[in-house]
């Protein structure tokens, strides 16, 4: 053995290390974290502010008159506390994230630094105008980008999430077609489609009329021509779609959709593939909402917030909702209520209070300008190649269910490569968590068995993809090889093992509750 | 391009390794005549260019932190611990994505199930879900739920209802053909919303503090409310009032809804903010939104997982009982610190000093002539009736370097009776300096 002066061994010692169980159950760096209100007091506080003096309050008999019962920490322990239950998450900083129509790429630090600018997150909505041109101006230079990128005519900002920016869009074409003296309660939404859409459609009292997809995974025109009537207020379409294809036909069954005075709504969660590439206004869409999270990079932040802006076709354009940027001789100027609409300007009303999601509008065009028109070009050619890459890398293992051709910004295959090997999706998602990945979108869309969508964005280098591709494949051909338990067990080196979701929904357990008194436990 | 990492090198490599010449022999499913030439937008820019051109436009901008600052109507200007925004911009909470891999997303998932614990707390009520985009549409929400509970289409709105968020269940249920039965504004708190409630109404909907500040006693409304079927909806905009005034939950409130931005959140213009959402536990398996449980794993040790899930619309599609996907999850984090960082001891004691300085405010510019508080109660915000057009009077204050609230007629546009009425709040940010040169500005441009 080799040692220093002190007697200190300075190499390893070489005896086996079969696992063992610790007093604290902590794993070297991972560390089991208790909850908040396991370790937080209620007369701690991590902020410290003067007791006011004394006062005549003006409350009436509205004071709180029990506790809250909110345990508090101190700035040390809550640090911690956050800190280490961070370590506990996977994230596009530190691996590939692959989720098929999530659009995991970077997020840039730039964008999180500008939008701490005082000027930008330090104003308040209703601050006088006079106060906020700079904001009003940057609203209006993200909407020059969103059309020129779409070749649309207007564009509704407020949205606060990819779903809300469908119930946007949704509600300009059900004011559009009102406004028409018509009634069109039915929507078209092809099988394929994310469930936010006829959630959508169904929060507004449409009936919604599935769309069967056709063999290679693409909406028929001639389905889409069948189910036409003056009955329908619109097709709510993904494209690229769900399957990571391109729908080739699209400006057919646009053509379709508004000789039957309908509208076409197109879900723009897949637009990271198209910018730069074709623009949607002249694909025949007459609403489309863009996910600033997705396509423009604003974080994901472990789910939202996001932000959905619309963009309109001149059909939709007048209805676009409160409140609106509208350019003027003068400069860009907010309309924030009727009392100051313009000729020609129908607004179906508002989405949320104030002017939607700032602090994303202002990451999203940090991102822009970073790219520029060839950048954003780049990125979406790059996201293509890359999914691209990750389908040649795999096709001989794995299975395409529509035939091995070329994909948009993401790839799918089925389970039919795991028929006979009793390895499900689900198991072998898992296994690639042992192997440090997160999994891909599993079981969507609905219309493959067992999907596996995979989008690895333009954010992977090439070496990246070397090595996601050479695990996917180990993994398969260990599936093959009959090695069930090591998917059936995975995974087993995450903080958690798998857990029972079937008990979390059986017996709810939502919010803390102290433990049972010891006396009561016994029983 | 700095974000995009390969060589020209690699990209031919990969294209060979495809099997395809050109990388336009990956878009050939775009029909030719549509695909775009070029863009008419600038060319990529280095970090120092992206930084002035946005730097030029916040430049424009009057930060709220630079003056006496006033404003609030459903945004609040708070002091966030540093530590906060430390926190949330940690690699592993910005940059993951909704949590549908438990075993790798602990961190987020335990946050939200604190989260929910938290908001459980603070209103009053049984369960709460793990956010939803903010206090306006968490109250439309409300009203689609109450409508699922008692199947009944007509929401009852008091005048006391912040006018945004009016619009926005107004504006959904007009085209979801609900009825909504608003009452006029209600600066007084005087109105009577229980001769509204009839046999027909699913909710009501009252806010309180009201837009204008008033307190609102919601016990003797949700007593009415349940004498005919109906649920009492709670609305708040200002959740650091619920460390000092009795929350709804112990009023009779069915649903409490409210935004959250107060704590841990910046103005930011008006978003991201946080819904907050709560209920009784027998509504559960009716609320809209993500919601997070205790369960054990394969091992038996706790974890969490998002549950209930088959309420959700990537399960249930039309069916679902919202349309609600991402949420609010990073301003949800970042109010969680903050309270557990306030805990206990320290929200109560910033909810004192924000009723505090806004009761000074008070006192002080209603000795100014011809200037009055209307409130008879108020937690740090209250309208104030001054001589003249509140509009004028506002931007006339700006121009003086206070921002002095918000005119009544910037939200309910159109209203006479209402134009002499400002919004006026105070919170922890407020020094004695601030309030004298509200009052020594006032006294100037009255």
Redesign the interface.
Known sequence: MTMNSVGRPTAPETAAAAPIGTFT?NRGLAVE?P???EI????????D?????R???????????????????S?PE??R???R??????????GL?P?GS?T?K???R?N?????????????????L??????V??MA?LGR?LL??TGMRAVALSP?????G??CGM?AI??AV?ARGEARPIVLVPESA???N????????FR?VPVPARADGTVDPEAVRKLLSPQVAAIMLTNPNTCG??E?DV?EIARAVHEAGAYFYCDGANFNA?V????VG??GVDAMHI?L?KTFST?????????GPVVLSHRLAAFA??PFVRMEAEGPRLV?????LAEGETP?????????????Y?RA??Y????????????S??A???A??V???LRDLFSQPFGDR?C?HEVLFDDSFLDGTGVTTLDF??AM?DEGY??MTMY?PLVVHGAMLIEPT?????A?LDLFVATLRDLAMRARAGETDRFK?A?RY????????T???RT?????EPPAPFEQAAE | ??????SEA??Q???R????GA?D???????EP???G??????????L???R??????????????VP?F?G???Y?HHV?A?V????????????????????????L?????F???V???TGM???N??M?????ATAEAV?MAHRVTRRKKAVLSGGL?P??R??V???S????DTVAALPPDPAGTEDILAAIDAETSCVVVQ?PSVYGQ?I?LAPIAQKAHAVGALLVAVFTEVVS??????PG?QGADIVVG?GQGLGN???????Y?GLFATRAKY?RQMPG??????????G?R???L????R?????????T??????????A?AFS?H????????????A??N??NA??L?ESLSELAGVSVL?????NEFTLRVPGDAASV??AL?ERGV?GG?PVS??E??RPELADLILVAST?INTDEDRAAYAAALAEVL
């Open positions: 159950g974290e909850l908040l209100f937080g007091r209620h007369d701690v506080t991590g902020v502010l003067d007791e006011p003096g006062f005549a309050p003006r409350l009436g008999a509205h004071m709180r008159r029990a506790p809250i019962d909110l345990p508090g920490l700035e809550a640090v506390h956050y800190v239950l961070s370590q506990k998450n996977y994230a596009i900083d530190s994230y989720l999530c995991m970077h997020n840039p730039l999180e630094k500008m939008a701490r600018l005082p000027g930008i997150a330090d104003i308040h909505p209703l601050q006088p006079s106060t906020v041109s700079g904001a101006e940057l230079e980008w020129e990128m606060k999430a990819g779903a809300h469908e119930l509600m059900k004011a009102e994310h469930g936010t006829p959630a959508t459609a169904a929060l507004l009292g919604v294809l391109f080739r400006v198209i730069g590439k074709a623009k002249e694909l996910n999270h974080p994901h932040g472990g789910g939202g917030p996001g932000a909702p409160l924030e209520s009727e009392a100051e179906f009303g508002r989405m949320v209070a104030f002017h939607g999601q700032m602090g994303m202002v065009l940090a822009m300008l970073s790219h520029g028109a060839d950048g954003l070009k780049q990125a050619e790059d293509v190649l890359n691209n890459y389908r040649a890398g070329p948009m998602a898992k968590i997160h999994p969507f333009e954010s992977e280098s090439k990246s067990a995974p995450a903080p958690r093992r798998r857990l029972d979701e008990r979390a929904a709810p357990k939502l919010k803390w | 391009m700095r974000y995009l990492p390969h690699d990209r490599a990969m294209l390794a495809i099997g395809v990388i022999d990956l878009f050939l499913d775009i029909p549509l695909r775009v070029a863009l008419d937008l600038p060319r990529r820019a280095g970090e260019s992206v930084e051109t946005i730097g030029r436009m916040a430049a424009k901008n009057v930060a709220a932190g630079s600052f404003v109507a459903g945004a200007r611990p530590s925004d430390h926190l949330i911009q940690r690699s592993e909470f910005l940059t993951s994505y909704t949590p549908y891999q438990p075993e790798i997303t602990q961190g987020t335990q946050v939200l199930f604190e929910q614990t938290q459980a707390h603070l049984e369960v709460a793990a956010s985009y903010d206090g306006s549409t689609l912040h945004h968020y619009a926005v107004e504006g959904l007009k085209l979801a053909s309180s307190l006693d619920l460390g000092l005034v009795e929350p112990a935004e910046a103005l930011s213009f008006g978003g991201p946080v559960v993500r919601l997070c449980g205790e369960t054990v794993d394969a091992d040790r974890g969490f997982v549950t209930l899930s088959t959700e619309q990537h399960i249930r599609r039309d069916k679902a919202s349309n609600i996907c991402t949420n609010s999850g990073l301003c984090l610190i309270t557990t960082l306030l805990g206990e001891t320290g929200l109560a004691r910033l004192r000093i009723h505090m009761v000074a008070a409130n008879d109660s108020f937690f506002v931007e700006a921002l918000v910037r939200l546009p159109g922890e």
